[in-house]
């Protein structure tokens, strides 16, 4: 007997709709948390006012120009990387706690789990990106190109924060543990300040520099400087993703994409077979 299987625009509507309903479901889940809420609520602002003001009296911008213009940029990106951890705790203790078993006993579309996943952490971070807007606008922040470069900066940080997404979903499935999930949280920040993100790169060692101006943390701090006007965008002789970061970053989002994607939902998969 040959089981029969739903046309392709069928199922693809099967999956948008089971995702938006987990999309719903992780949005209630955080409303219901006050610990996780008020993290995503204060923590944003908090670093805005505390890096901005610990490290702008005692770091010089190349170039010139304010410190905080310089180091917004650099904190957008960096909560945009970090937020990868958020997934990947998140995915790892639904594995733990036996709600993917649940979902997969249900009749639901199977790649709706992990899409649900990464589109409820693409809403938190809208939210958190207007918080730091707000924070940044009050400590002296100001982009200087206009709307439309604005807004692709904007673009582009929404775009590697949705493709990172799937990595967290990728290591939480691997994972499956929610205690070895959060022992990992903290390999994160060496990621990021490993970077242009607070300080610039030309007074590291050759080989710290090479692997910092490689590091897509940076290419994603030097793009929205460039698009936003602000201080620090890099000049001369740099490496390549510094020199073309709008490229870079696209070039990272869509290769982060093709492998996760895949590797998630199949890895989601078979984990219940």
Same mark, same amino acid.
């Given at each position: ?25 992780e ?44 180091l917004?940029?650099?904190l ?13 705790v ?10 993917m ?7 639901m579309a199977?790649?709706?789990?992990? !899409? =649900?996943?990464? &589109? ?8 958190? /990106?207007?918080?730091? *807007?707000? %924070?940044? @606008? #009050? ?27 799937w ?34 790169t ?25 698009? !936003? =006007?602000?201080? &620090?965008a ?7 993703? /510094?020199?073309?970061? *709008?490229? %870079?970053? @696209? #070039? ?10 895949p ?11």
């Amino acid at each position: 007997m040959t089981a029969l299987t739903p046309p392709l625009g069928r199922r693809l509507r099967w999956t948008f709709a089971d995702g938006l309903t987990l999309v719903g479901r992780e949005l209630g889940r955080v409303r219901q948390e006050p610990g996780e809420l008020a993290g995503l609520l204060i923590f944003p602002a908090v670093m805005v006012v505390l890096f901005g003001y610990v490290f702008g009296s005692a770091i010089p911008v190349p170039g010139g120009g304010d410190y905080r213009e310089y180091l917004m940029p650099g904190l957008f990106s960096m909560v945009t990387f970090t937020a990868t951890s958020s997934v990947l705790v998140r995915v790892a203790a639904d594995a733990s706690r036996g709600v993917m078993d649940r979902f997969r006993s249900m009749p639901m579309a199977r790649s709706a789990v992990p !899409f =649900g996943q990464t &589109g409820a952490d693409l809403m938190a971070g809208l939210l958190t /990106l207007g918080i730091m *807007v707000g %924070a940044g @606008l #009050l400590v002296g922040w100001w982009p200087h190109r206009g709307l439309a470069p604005a807004a692709g900066a904007f673009l582009l940080l929404i775009v590697m924060r949705y493709a990172l997404s799937w990595v967290g979903v990728y290591v939480g499935l691997l994972v499956r543990n929610e205690q070895a999930a959060d022992q990992m949280v903290p390999l994160f920040l060496p990621i990021t300040m490993l970077s242009n993100s607070f300080v610039p790169t030309g007074g590291m060692p050759a080989w710290l520099r090479f692997v910092a101006d490689w590091n897509p943390v940076s290419a994603l701090t030097a793009a929205s400087r460039e698009l !936003f =006007g602000n201080p &620090g965008a890099p000049t001369g002789d740099v490496a390549w993703p /510094l020199a073309h970061p *709008v490229a %870079a970053v @696209l #070039l990272w989002s869509a290769a982060l994409l093709a492998v996760f994607v895949p590797l998630s939902v199949r890895t989601y998969q078979r984990r219940g077979r």
